[in-house]
């Protein structure tokens, strides 16, 4: 079953999103050569806390830190560790999440360390981004999920890869609903398949955390022992970034960024929805 929000939950939804936001923008400043990805981990707790929030990923399925630090071929679910050291030209993806009254936030978000970094990263991370951003603004009063599928994929198509070949879009993870729980019906792919059908039909009141997953060669991955750790198969470096998302009778409301995605959606000719705590 697909949870639908009445606005209340969506404004308890938006302050879980915003405090995701801030949890961003510390461990962004935070990721420098030298830091820790346990560095990372501890700044993210530190603003949980400033907050009066609790972090939906630790202690979830036995996930034992505050946020995931994927580094390079690391396409999902790093653990935080005192023995990853974030050196000059890494690329690392810093996925978080935040409760506040019982309604979740998840975001995340790819950044280079240091500098020097190949025009092929700097195109990976923001195709990746943008087809984000394609997806959100399919996320439209009377589409179907797939349609928020085949944006993300057509986007990403669509863009010519650094030196040829075409981007990994990966298989195996994608997004998902958002509410009282953070992982929720219903299942969004990043490409579309047909045999799953065309999805449910995008309504008031749900929310979705849209989240595309891409890499440099293969969309294939596997879990380390760590039983978390999900890499490339073939070790090419990936990008991650995610929105949580919800659909109001206004429009589209990216309740994880700071202004509601009104920017971004301007591009696409979409007037996000009123803040609800604005």
Known sequence: MVQIKTPEQIARMRAAGLVVAAVHAATREAAVPGATTKDLDEVARKVLAEHGAKSNFLGYGGFPATICTSVNEVVVHGIPSEEVVLRDGDMISVDAGAIIDGWHGDAAYTAFVGSGHSPELIELSRVTEESMWAGIAAMKQGNRLVDISRAIETYIRRQPKPG???????????????????????????????????????????????????????????????????????????????????????????????????????????????????
Request: charge should be negative; charged fraction near 20%; hydrophobic fraction near 35%.
């Open 164 to 278: 040829g070949g075409r981007y990994g879009i990966v298989e195996d993870y994608g997004g998902h609903g958002i509410g009282s729980e953070m992982h929720m019906d219903p299942h969004l792919l990043n490409y579309v398949e047909r045999k799953r059908g065309k999805g449910p039909k995008l309504v008031p009141g749900i929310c979705l955390a849209i989240e595309p997953m891409v890499s440099l060669g293969t969309p294939k991955t596997e879990v380390l022992s760590d039983d978390w750790t999900v890499i490339t198969t073939d070790g090419t470096w990936s990008s991650h970034w995610e929105h949580s998302v919800a659909l109001t009778p206004e429009g589209p409301l990216v309740l994880t960024a700071p202004d509601g995605g009104k920017a971004k959606l301007a591009e696409y000719g979409i007037t996000a929805a009123p803040d609800p705590l604005a």
